[in-house]
T-cell receptor, first 114, second 115 residues
């Protein structure tokens, strides 16, 4: 059981380049999330999805786009990378049990934009 | 305004002792959930414990317990019998039920367990 996986684990981009981060989960969870973690800070929600074909903005969505074409996959795109997007990106998925949405996290992707 | 406040950037505890990590939160939503996560130096996020706003009892999970004081809007994590492997960053997080899936995390507390 792989849980939540993220591809790639590391990436270096030049300013203006684009890339897509892939998140995959094998737990049949409805909800998926993309966060970024900057040094000395907690996680901040970028975008999330409550089901296949649906996405919504989180706290810091600017400069990012997402897609959820399949239930098990959630893609995060950077169309024109900027140095301010240097961060560690975490994907998570969750199920719902009443009011409880326990999140399972991927291992993270370390992105550097030069 | 900060929705989640963790006032202790760093904490030290002696092995086998108990330690309390503070978390206060701010919300006007009567229905919310509170979570604690552990992030070791390897970087992964590990779920520890959950408390719902309507739960009557404080949550417990093994050596972890949550001291939930609703009127004070605090949700402190208590780790009993600390182990060297408990050294990590600890994050408090909240989800407001009536604000969709927007999880908010605090800045974290770095716990160091001393042998």
């Amino acid at each position: 059981n792989a849980g939540v996986t993220q591809t790639p684990k590391f990436r270096v981009l030049k300013t203006g380049q684009s890339m897509t981060l892939l998140c995959a989960q094998d737990m049949n969870h409805e909800y998926m999330y993309w966060y970024r973690q900057d040094p000395g800070m907690g996680l901040r929600l970028i975008h999330y999805s409550v089901g296949e074909g649906t996405t919504a903005k989180g706290e810091v969505p600017d400069g990012y786009n997402v897609s959820r074409l399949k239930k098990q996959n959630f893609l995060l795109g950077l169309e024109s990378a900027a140095p301010s997007q240097t961060s560690v990106y975490f994907c998570a998925s969750s199920y719902r049990e009443g009011a409880r949405y326990e999140q399972y996290f991927g291992p993270g992707t370390r992105l550097t934009v030069t | 305004a900060q929705k989640i406040t963790q006032t202790q950037p760093g904490m030290f505890v002696q092995e086998k002792e108990a330690v309390t990590l503070d978390c206060t939160y701010d919300t006007s939503d009567p229905s919310y959930g509170l979570f604690w996560y552990k992030q070791p130096s390897s970087g992964e996020m590990i779920f520890l414990i959950y408390q719902g706003s309507y739960d009557q009892q404080n949550a417990t999970e093994g050596r972890y317990s949550l001291n939930f004081q609703k009127a004070r809007k605090s949700a402190n994590l208590v780790i009993s019998a600390s182990q060297l492997g408990d050294s990590a960053m600890y994050f408090c997080a909240m989800r407001e039920v009536n604000y969709g899936q927007n999880f908010v995390f605090g800045p974290g507390t770095r716990l160091s367990v001393l042998p």
